[in-house]
């Protein structure tokens, strides 16, 4: 019982967690009785029960990318963070996170296991006088407004507005550098009008741009009178150039504080991603990534009827003239599509090929989506469902790509 007792405190305090957050940890509702309940676990007056141990035994006494401790040679935020995909970077190139968000109770799981905090909520309820200052804001804001997968309705759908969330705490702090994140269907969405009110707002030309009927928050709205003053660009980035054997199109638009940085214009940012693109052809092949296959483990092989069902749609579309079914890859693929969050579903958008042992297709495992997006094999994984895995590493970014990014801000972040 002691031991279990100090094991309790230890994985605690090491995520980072309120005793209430920490109930969620072990699968019960983050209330003020389970936070009681949790007090008492740490007390020795209560045991925990069977299951709430094997959780307990998935978390880590050590997460892996901690910084509590750290002197950063610069400050940023973390907004809209998942799991921690574009942190990681500006992590290594000597940043010091001061603010995290993220509203997802599962994402905050994997968060806090890999980086030993646990990420505010809802940003829309928290005040930017809350958040510290810093030298650059990171968002890769919800992107399923306008994403080829949803319904693309852009600022007319709640998470579309998300950007005026950013864009008030940009005009409380005024950091040095911006940089968010979205698919790449963001660029002509609405005839390009969506992304050129978030560029302009960017840019401080608030008045040129058709605000007026979208929906926001009161502080986002009072905020836009405070019109920003940054160089503004763009570009569409593509995973399988950086190191990936994934071919995931983001776009990535990166603002300088021009009251920081005097006379920079908008090319220059155009010059610095041209400086990320010129990087040599990767050679990465999907077998790089994968497992074999003999030693995966068979509930990932997909059942006949689900293969069949997938064949014959494949051959249905195929009657009508379009393209859509199953995609099937193997370890020679040079890359194979874009993992999304629905992922866990059917699997459909990548099936790997296992004839090789006589079997159906199957599934990626989580640990292969990981390295497929570029996290380091470190990373924690196993705090959630594989269903969760799933979803967290179809709506995260591809790590190289931001690092390649954080390797050419780094010196307008000294």
């Not at 407004?145 to 319904?151: E, N």
């Not at 009110?197 to 741009?209: A, E, M, P, S």
């Not at 790997?352 to 996290?375: T, V, W, Y």
Request: aromatic share 8%; charged share 25%; glycine share 8%.
């Amino acid at each position: 019982m002691e031991k279990l007792v100090g094991e309790i405190k230890l994985k605690r305090r090491a995520l980072g967690a309120t005793p209430k957050q920490f109930a969620s940890f072990l699968g019960l509702k983050p209330t003020e009785a389970n936070a009681e309940k949790i007090m008492a676990y740490e007390r020795g007056e209560a045991c925990p029960t069977v299951a709430q141990c094997k959780k307990l035994a998935a978390l880590p006494s050590e997460p892996p990318f901690s910084s509590r401790d750290a002197v950063g040679a610069f400050t940023f935020i973390d907004l809209f963070a998942g799991i921690g995909g574009i942190r990681l970077p500006f992590q290594d190139i000597g940043g010091k996170c001061v603010f995290t968000s993220e509203w997802d109770k599962d994402c905050q799981k994997t968060y806090a296991a890999n980086f030993g905090e646990v990420p505010n909520g809802d940003i829309t309820k928290i005040s930017a006088k809350d958040i510290p200052p810093h030298d650059l804001l990171l968002a890769g804001f919800p992107c399923q407004a306008f994403s080829q997968a949803g319904l693309k309705k852009g600022f007319l759908d709640t998470r579309g507005t998300m950007f005026f969330e950013v864009q008030r705490i940009i005009a409380e702090h005024r950091p040095s550098v911006v940089l968010l994140e979205n698919v790449k269907q963001l660029v002509g969405h609405d005839k390009g009008n969506t992304l050129n009110t978030i560029l302009g707002i960017l840019k401080g030309n608030v008045d040129q741009h058709p605000i007026v009927n979208i929906p926001m928050s009161e502080d986002a709205r009072k905020s836009l009178s405070a019109k920003l003053n940054y160089a503004v660009s763009y570009r569409v980035l593509v995973s399988d150039k950086f190191g990936v054997p994934q071919k995931r199109e983001r776009v990535f638009i990166m603002a300088l504080n021009k009251d920081v940085f005097g006379s920079i214009r908008d090319s220059d940012i155009q010059t610095i991603f041209d400086k990320i693109e010129d990087i040599p052809q990767s050679k990465t092949v999907l077998g790089d990534v994968l497992e074999q296959n003999s030693s995966v483990d068979p509930s990932f092989t997909i059942s006949d009827k689900l293969w069949n069902g997938h064949q014959r749609r494949r051959k249905e579309h195929r009657e009508k003239g379009n393209g859509f079914g199953y995609s099937l890859f193997n370890r020679d693929s040079r890359t194979c599509n874009t993992i999304s969050q629905r992922y866990y579903k059917d699997g459909s958008e990548v099936l790997i090929d296992q004839s090789d042992i006589g079997k159906n297709p199957r599934l990626l495992m989580p640990r292969e989506c990981a390295r497929i997006q570029g996290f380091p094999e470190s990373f924690i994984i196993d705090s959630v469902s594989k269903m969760e895995n799933y979803r967290q590493f179809g709506n995260s970014v591809s790590v190289p790509v931001v690092r390649a990014i954080a390797k050419n801000l780094r010196e307008y972040l000294k």
